[in-house]
């Protein structure tokens, strides 16, 4: 029963949100390896921004793609029983797709802890290449998705794609899809990319990160301006995957532990510096 709802739900294929990518387009470690060497945009360095919100020097934004489903029933639980604030990408069609869904974006709606943001009504159906070689098919798709879901605000995040654009500030990764990343921007959504993944399944070869070893490399990061705002770091998640206990049990732990450190905090995209 699980499994078919798994199935039908539209999801990002894996392979393309594991790495970090460099501004010279070389392609990095996967972010679930331990970081050794550097891996996040040299753009970083190059605004001299730095955020200094209510004290802390640096800001944390949890991010979780691709629900509605039956995963985000736990994003809902982790935002109250931790009281952290959490962005979410949704997509229209899982939203339309059956009536827990709809009841789950329901939930997502009421929860002020939430903020929602627009990540297309089909995602791409998966055949990124051919999306995002139109611009006019994706930008309606991103336009169909903020009706659907009457979302109120410009947040966005392409299917497939780690890209920026917020004001003058914009980033590519190595994938096709920058004209359509302008066509939106030209239309006033903000894309929103991020700094690191967190999965729940690592690369082959390395071993569960826990909360613990999270929390060590965010720090590393942002103590080595590895960003594309210093001192604020996107993480992205992906609902489904909160519904393995020992993965929220260390996302958990990892909130823990930041919040008893006292230099971070955790904040709505809404706070993201431009
Ligand atoms: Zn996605």
Request: glycine share 6%; net charge neutral; aromatic share 10%.
């Amino acid at each position: 029963m699980l499994r078919n709802n798994f199935k039908k739900v539209v999801t990002c294929t894996s392979t393309l949100v594991l790495f970090s990518f460099h501004s010279d387009n070389t392609v990095t470690a996967p972010v679930n390896s331990p970081i050794t060497g550097n891996t996040a945009s040299r753009y970083a360095n190059h605004h001299g921004i730095h955020h200094h919100r209510s004290g802390q020097p640096y800001t944390i934004y949890l991010t979780f793609d691709d629900g509605p489903s039956s995963g985000s029933r736990m994003v809902n639980e982790l935002s109250q029983r931790d009281s952290v604030q959490i962005n979410v990408f949704l997509i229209g069609r899982n939203a339309d797709l059956t009536e827990k869904n709809r009841a789950l974006f329901k939930n997502y709606q009421d929860n002020p802890l939430v903020e929602l943001g627009n990540h297309s009504y089909t995602h791409a159906q998966r055949h990124y290449e051919k999306y995002f070689g139109d611009p006019a098919v994706v930008l309606a798709d991103f336009n169909r998705n903020r009706d659907s879901l009457r979302l109120d605000n410009n947040f966005a995040r392409l299917p497939g794609r780690n890209f920026f654009r917020i004001d003058t500030l914009s980033r590519n990764d190595i994938s096709t899809g920058a004209k359509a990343a302008d066509t939106l921007a030209a239309e006033g959504y903000k894309l929103f990319g991020w700094d690191l993944e967190w999965r729940r399944r690592p690369a082959r070869g390395f071993a569960l990160h826990t909360g613990k070893e999270m929390l060590e490399i965010v720090e590393k990061m942002l103590d080595t301006k590895k960003t594309f705002i210093p001192g604020n770091i996107i993480i992205l998640f992906h609902d489904t995957e909160l519904l393995d206990e020992q993965f929220m049990g260390e996302l958990e732990d990892f909130i823990q532990r930041a919040k008893a450190d006292g230099k971070y905090s955790f904040e709505h995209l809404s706070a993201y510096p431009n």
